[in-house]
């Protein structure tokens, strides 16, 4: 038969009644309760004074949580049977049983409003204490705002209301005929209308709607449930044949370790969800369930030790899945390169430590686009195995990615096997699975299995009953995919090689303002990268004790704010309080553990010691002490040039590469000899020039001409602020909308304040001050002497809304293609629009440079926090600010300071010094006061080549160094060490040794990375 609109509506009619007989009240349950701002653990909690409260008393604030207990006694006659609770405090709980961790109170966004009440069944027959520790919830803008009127928005309350709470007989026989109607009933509507398993399904289901009299007493009602069931277990016992494709099902609760909550939340968050998730293994066995942060398991072995100790007894079953491989689940494009692999040496080694699992899987469903760096970190790091779904986030109608399982291959030739599902958190209903498999992108003659981690996700809560029992219908239901309970290594052992291999970054055509939002927490990471970049370096050459304890702690702390919705920007105000003040106390400690370090290496004395990081040597402008009345000289009698501007005395300096120069006082002065700088005003603007660079600037502050070496580089203004309106049409934080470019807010200015800041033969500078939209911009544009980087040091009053800031820097290079540094290399990216992917990529990441060539001319736009750019024209240009309305009201308003320079070269990029140049921007010479005995620790003979990490080795034997080849070129080098060292071995990513060096005949290929142990 085919089902008529009277059959629908009465198997639709009965599914509904179905539902509402799952929970039968027993009675209300009466709490007390207590309200608070503290963090508490269960015992402190009961410690305190509760007192009644009524349904209907509203008791929330920002940041509140109400602690509500009541004893639950069970009726005469109900003893042994399964109690069910029904909770309605006022918000999202953690539920306790007897003191224990039990389950969670889901938030709101539910498919069904029984998923608040099935998975808190109680199998008690006694009497039980049930605490609830309730989060009120706080008021945030949301995530979309649009065009915000007046530039106002009025701020919302976050009220929570005590409504009534009931325990209650909880249906079984209801519940499972429910499961069993509901999926046959979701699969009919799938299947053509003329089906043969259509009609009998129909035909089954109508009989169903005839058999169930809900008007009858409990009894008679459980007896009809099991006649039905009886009736429609032939259609469910219906197979399929052989090429069925194959959906792996794995629970998983995708918990944000910050996003539209602070951490303080997210530790209530695990527990809730861990707790839930634990007693859903012991009721199902086929149950599989991933957690991948090892952060999260931090959490909850500090605060819920119970809890953890039972996640250890699953993990050990093979039940519970501890994947994942890195920390928290980091942003891959803004992170620096060293940072991502030290995500996955403490995500794989917290796993390795507390549960004996070696992480296979990189699990990363939810960041926002993918570095091409990462194939050769992830299969360095001993990852086989890629997971994600954001590339398919094509709601901006842009180019659709081709593959779900492919080879994914990095930009110096290395492969991982990926998958990429359309979610995260899918349901297990027939219909679910069967729009997974028909919406794919691949075609099936490469594709027959297919990776579904399912369940409530975001906020976590994971998987709740209803999933596990629509997936045990459809294991092999006819008319629907195969449903297995599965491993994620257990998918990617049993998927086939499809043959399809993506090469380069994995673009996400979305969410291109995460770039730039949040600033001060951006720039705040840049510097944690590289100041724990330096007390490494110097750690392995110092004569104290390298606090290892303490390091790895620092580490963590900036791993933690790496997390996808905390450093792209899109988390919510307090996220970004706590972030920068957390960030800015590991930043104050990592200095001081440098200066310790390196402070081991020198004595005491009149003079200073300058320590250079960097595996070359450098040319440095330094401030000398008041102790150095005239000159300077080298420790080996080498005079320096000085000069004096600002009443101080500085002195420029060659570094030896990577080690320390020695600097004393000199009876008289050197000046500069070699293109010494001046500056001057000019025609109401200003000149700065040193012999190879000439700049000169305009009454409003803009260069309109600059030349290197008599090749004029400028092809329009330079360093031309651009304000844009930028208001996307959704995901505030995240997106910048394509043609945002078309809607420039137009600003006349005539003038700005231009003034001389210093005119010294090693160094001149001139101060602009003017103003943009309803903020002000301060900079300092300075030119060393026989440099060829103009340096723009800018302060930014910024008071904007809705309000995207661009600096421009159109160039005589009109290359096809721009190269955008990013972790261990970088990546071409189109500097034209023609095609539907160059149109894409209207805004796109670097790390510290982004550059224009062509075979003998090279420009650069460098700079020392600033991740988001583009390029279209021969013009770079560079994304200083942005201004979303949410999840952040007005974020980055205030004080912003940053750096960026523009550096042009008459050399090919290869050729040129645009990549030590991003590098010197980025790390500032250590000056410490002391005698020091001037040498080169380390010295790497080829150019291409850079040290980008010496520390340490973290089992104690020897020292790690970590080289790469920068220009996507071949390069043979050598390393000069000035230690005595026993011997040099090949290391994994991880510091595990795979063989012999001989640090004196390296091959690099293009972009590899290289790791060396030297061991005592």
């Known amino acids: 038969m085919v089902p008529t609109p009277e059959t629908n509506d009465r198997i639709s009619h009965w599914l509904g009644a179905l539902r509402k007989d799952f929970f039968i009240s027993l009675g209300e349950i009466s709490f007390s309760a207590f309200f608070t701002f503290e963090k508490l653990d269960i015992k402190d909690a009961l410690s305190r004074e509760f007192a009644p409260v009524k349904p209907g008393q509203i008791w929330g604030a920002d940041w509140k949580y109400g602690w509500f207990k009541a004893q639950v006694d069970i009726p005469e006659g109900m003893s042994g049977k399964p109690i069910a609770l029904s909770i309605n405090t006022g918000g999202e709980a953690l539920l306790y049983v007897d003191r224990k961790p039990f389950g969670t109170v889901r938030h709101g966004d539910l498919r069904f409003s029984h998923h608040l009440i099935e998975d808190n069944v109680v199998e008690k027959g006694a009497p039980f204490e049930l605490v609830a520790e309730t989060y009120s919830g706080h008021w945030f803008p949301g995530c979309v705002t649009g065009p915000v009127l007046g530039g106002a928005l009025e701020p919302g309350s976050a009220d929570a209301v005590n409504n009534t709470s009931h325990f209650g007989l909880w249906n079984e026989d209801a519940y499972q005929l429910w499961i069993d109607a509901y999926a046959l009933n979701d699969l009919m509507e799938t299947l053509e209308a003329g089906s043969l398993q259509a009609a009998k399904i129909a035909k089954g289901l109508r009989s169903f709607t005839n058999i169930v009299d809900f008007e009858q ?62 007693r859903h293994l012991e009721r199902y066995p086929e149950y ?39 920390w928290v689940e980091p942003d891959t494009n803004i992170a620096g390169g060293e940072a991502l692999i030290r995500q996955i040496m403490h995500g794989k080694r917290f796993f390795k430590e507390e549960f004996d699992v070696d992480c296979k899987v990189f699990w990363l469903p939810d960041t926002f686009g993918y570095s091409g760096a990462l194939p050769q970190i992830l299969a360095g790091c001993g990852l086989k195995y890629l997971f994600t779904q954001k590339i398919f986030w094509t709601y901006n109608e842009s180019e659709l990615f081709p593959f779900h399982s492919f080879s994914w291959e990095g930009i110096d030739g290395s492969k991982v096997k990926a998958f990429l599902s359309t979610s995260y958190g899918y349901a297990t209903n027939p219909s679910a699975l069967k729009s997974a498999w028909s919406q794919r992108r691949q075609p099936w003659q490469t594709l027959d299995k297919y990776l579904m981690p399912f369940g409530y996700g975001d906020g976590g809560g994971g998987p709740c009953r209803d999933d596990m029992e629509l997936g045990l219908r459809a294991k092999n239901l006819e008319g629907s995919p195969k449903f297995l309970f599965k491993s994620p290594v257990e998918f990617f052992e049993d998927l086939e090689d499809s043959g399809n291999t993506y090469t380069g970054e994995l673009y996400f055509s979305a969410h291109r303002g995460v770039y730039t939002s949040q600033a001060k927490t951006k720039a705040l990471n840049r510097r944690a990268e590289f100041a724990l970049r330096e007390a490494e370096a110097w750690a392995q050459a110092a004569k104290i004790p390298y606090p290892k304890a303490q390091m790895n702690e620092l580490w963590q702390i900036v791993l933690l704010h790496q997390f996808h919705d905390i450093l792209p920007g899109s988390s919510i105000a307090r996220v970004y309080e706590e972030s920068e003040a957390a960030m800015s106390e590991a930043l104050g400690s990592i200095q001081k553990i440098t200066a310790d370090m390196a402070g081991s290496l020198i004595s005491p004395g009149n003079g200073i010691a300058v320590f250079n990081s960097l595996s070359w040597d450098r040319k440095a402008l330094l401030e000398l002490p008041e102790s150095f009345t005239k000159g300077a000289v080298t420790d080996t009698g080498e005079k320096l040039p000085t000069c004096v501007a600002h009443g101080k005395r500085y002195a420029s300096a060659v570094i030896p590469s990577f080690g320390v120069l020695g600097i004393l006082p000199d009876d008289s002065e050197s000046p500069a000899t070699v293109n010494p700088s001046s500056a001057r005003l000019e025609d109401g603007g200003a000149v700065l020039e040193n012999g190879r660079v000439f700049v000169k600037l305009d009454a409003c502050g803009e260069i309109v001409s600059l030349s290197v070496d008599g090749w004029i580089a400028s092809s329009g203004p330079m360093n031309r602020f651009r304000l844009y309106k930028d208001t996307p049409r959704t995901f505030d934080a995240w997106d910048i909308d394509a043609g945002y470019d078309e809607c420039e807010v137009i600003q006349n200015v005539d003038f700005a304040s231009i003034k001389l800041s210093a005119n010294c033969p090693l160094s001149s500078s001139v101060v602009v001050e003017r103003s943009i939209g309803n903020s002000s911009i301060k900079q300092t544009i300075s030119l060393d002497a026989d440099s060829t980087v103009l340096k723009f040091e800018t302060a930014v009053e910024w008071n904007e809304l809705h309000r995207l800031l661009k600096v421009d820097f159109p160039t005589s290079v009109n290359a096809t293609e721009c190269a955008c540094e990013i972790q261990f290399g970088y990546i071409k990216r189109p500097a034209r629009r023609s095609t539907r992917r160059e149109m894409d990529m209207f805004e796109f990441p670097n790390q510290k440079y982004t550059a224009l060539s062509s075979s003998s001319r090279s420009v650069a736009v460098l700079n020392d926090c600033k991740y988001g750019v583009s390029a279209l024209n021969g013009t770079i240009s560079l994304t200083l600010l942005r201004a979303p309305s949410a999840p952040a009201f007005r974020a980055d308003n205030g004080e912003q300071k940053f750096t960026y320079a523009f550096t042009a070269s008459t050399s090919s990029f290869q050729e040129s010094d645009i990549i030590r140049q991003g590098y010197e921007l980025n790390v500032k010479p250590l000056v410490l006061t002391g005698l020091a005995d001037s040498k080169s620790f380390y010295r790497v003979s080829a150019k291409s080549v850079i040290l980008e990490t010496a520390k340490p080795a973290e089992d104690g034997n020897g020292v790690i160094l970590r080289l790469y080849e920068a220009t996507g070129g071949h390069a043979n080098c050598s390393i000069d060490a000035s230690q005595e060292f026993g011997k040099a071995y090949y290391c994994d990513l991880l510091e595990g040794n795979i063989g012999d060096a001989d640090i004196k005949s390296l091959e690099f290929k293009p972009f590899e990375i290289k790791t060396i142990r030297l061991a005592n």
Not at 217 to 244: C, F, H, M, V, W
Not at 295 to 316: F, G, H, M, T
């Open 288 to 326: 599989k369930f991933i957690q991948s942060q090892p952060y999260l398991y931090k959490l909850c072995k500090e605060d819920y030790p119970d809890v953890y100790e039972d996640i250890k007894k699953a993990s050990k079953e093979g039940r519970w899945i501890c994947e994942g491989a890195s």
């Open 217 to 278: 007493p409990l009894e008679g009602r459980i007896e009809d449930y099991r006649k039905a069931r009886a009736e429609l277990a032939p259609l469910l016992a219906a197979t399929n044949g052989s090429t069925t494709p194959e959906m792996y099902g794995v629970g998983h609760a995708h918990i944000d370790v910050a996003w539209l909550w602070p951490i303080q939340e997210t530790a209530r968050k695990t527990a809730r969800t861990f707790a839930a998730q634990l």
